[in-house]
């Protein structure tokens, strides 16, 4: 309403000298606030069109977005406004409420974005929970993702159980080889080693060796995805396609990014509104919509209703609503 109210800038005045009536003209300092509010909650408009809609987002897309709300509270309570340096302040609390623990999935999401990596949580952490708490929780990230990739590592081990017996038989079936091969180098009187043989010691070696690296190793020591900031990136189908290169880590990422971080769109908390304030009932005072919002929760509790669908609501309403006096509160 703000933006809206912006525009028409040059509008109010002119009213004014048309309409003497009209003495709600706001003057340029009050316009000057209302740029400053409209800069400051732009970025919280954004933010909120990602988390909420019909589309639930994965937990990667919200710790970038968290740093960024951080780190414009921080910029705007050193403001030289007081009325925004008031409201800053207001909401750093709640947000230090709300975020002042380290958020698991939304750090292990970002990490298993290829865009972010370990080089977000390292630069955010510190704007978000301070220089000195940073580190700390940092370190308790890694050791987390670590040791939920080595629980994909043994569920990955146990499902693939029965490898070891098709190896015996694999073995058994070069040993016969193996025996008949000499048999012919016997009756040559020479010792031969096929290529086959000599392939398979080499194997051999390379299967007793520990590996240098995991495939987590791997995948944070690669160069991060460099593309266009707002390109829509399908990180889901990227693991896809590479589970064939990080089997183990591609499970772990598509079972951590198809969490959604919220799980009821924002728009829904407002839901409960549009049945007061529809087109006809558009211009009410705040006070009334209040009341009615207050009466419809009372009377919903009542009686036991819940306010999931509009059909009950409006059955109710015409058939009660009209005997309750807001006096009697």
């Known amino acids: 309403m703000l933006a809206s109210a ?15 009536g009209f003495h709600y003209v706001p003057s340029e300092y009050k316009w ?8 400051f909650l732009g970025i919280f408009y954004e933010i909120t069109n990602v988390i909420s809609g019909i589309d639930y987002p994965t937990a990667n897309l919200f710790l970038v977005d968290l740093y960024r709300i951080k780190e414009l509270l921080n910029e ?6 007081d009325h925004i340096r008031f409201m800053t302040k207001s909401m750093a609390q709640k947000f230090d409420k709300c975020w002042g623990e380290s958020n698991i999935l939304m750090s292990l999401g970002a990490i298993l974005d290829l865009r972010y990596k370990m080089v977000l949580v390292n630069h955010t952490f510190s704007v978000i929970y301070g220089e000195d708490a940073a580190p700390r929780y940092i370190d308790e990230i890694i050791c987390i993702l670590y040791d939920l990739y080595n629980e994909y590592v043994d569920a990955h081990i146990s499902s693939h159980s029965e490898e070891p017996q098709r190896e015996a038989g694999k073995r058994k079936h070069a040993e016969i080889t193996s025996k008949s091969t000499q048999g012919v ?12 043989e000599k392939f398979q010691m ?3 070696e390379i299967d007793k060796a520990p590996p240098e690296k995991s495939y987590l190793d791997v995948y944070l020591e690669e160069s991060m995805y460099v593309c266009d900031a707002n ?6 189908g990227w693991w896809k396609g590479e589970r064939w290169r990080f089997p183990i880590l591609s499970r772990l990422a598509s079972d951590a990014l198809a969490i959604p971080v919220t799980t009821v769109a924002s728009e829904s908390t407002f839901s409960v509104d549009g049945r007061i304030i529809d087109d006809r009932r558009a211009s009410m005072f705040v006070e009334t919509v209040q009341m009615l919002l207050c009466g419809n929760d009372w009377i919903c509790n009542l009686h036991g209703l819940k306010n999931k669908s509009r059909e009950p609501f409006d ?6 609503i009209e005997n309750f006096d807001l006096s009697d509160i």
Do not use: H, Q, W
């Open 6 to 20: 912006l525009e028409f800038r040059d509008v109010f005045p002119r009213y004014g000298y048309i309409d003497p």
């Open 32 to 39: 000057m606030k209302v740029e400053e509010v409209c800069k």
């Open 76 to 81: 705007k309570a050193l403001n030289f406004s």
């Open 185 to 196: 180098a016997k009756k040559l009187g020479v010792n031969v080693l096929t290529g086959k």
């Open 202 to 204: 080499i194997v051999n």
């Open 231 to 236: 390109a829509n990136l399908d990180v889901l």
């Open 315 to 320: 059955v109710f309403e015409s058939s009660t």
